[in-house]
């Protein structure tokens, strides 16, 4: 039901935005990167492009500001870079709620996951630990964090998340200066 909401309620912005970014910038107006999900298992993820074509496949933590285009900025700012991620939704990649997938690279984090048990659930667009501004630059924290939105999960806890993500709780992963 959300997926088709997002797209059945908001699909004229999301190809106003598509058609935008590469006017601005160039490159394609969708990002695609390869993400760790259930299990362990790697998938595409597809976000709006944010970044200047030929970025590097990194965590966000290790980018510079520069990095980010104009429109970009705007994009991570209001969230709505990660509206295509409905997709991911739509094939049971990625959920609505839950640990917010990392990538391949993120051994240290894969790790962490691992031995808390995160791979056990379906990875988020959003997730109790971006919404308490813990970003994957800290790979025990967030492990931790996510291993505590194991153990308390629940409709109501769903909720909340959602609410608070709607509402601009987080700061979403942190671009060094």
Known sequence: LFVISIVGVFWWLLLFIWIAIPLGSDGPGIFKQKRVGKGGKVFTCYKFRTMKQGTKQAGTHEMSA????????????????????????????????????????????????????VFSVQPGI???????????????????????????????????????????SGSGDKIRS
């Open 66 to 117: 520069d990095s980010v285009t104009r429109i970009g900025a705007f994009l991570r700012k209001t969230k709505i870079d990660e509206l295509p991620q409905v997709y991911n939704v739509f094939r049971g990649e990625l959920s609505l709620i839950g640990p917010r997938p990392c990538l391949p690279v993120q051994t240290q984090l894969i790790e962490e996951r691992q031995l808390r048990g």
């Open 126 to 168: 959003t997730g109790l630990a971006q919404i308490h501004n813990v970003d994957m630059s800290d790979p025990v924290k967030l492990a931790r964090w996510d291993a505590r939105y194991i153990a308390q999960r629940s409709l109501p806890s769903e909720f909340k998340i959602a609410a608070a993500t709607f509402l601009g």
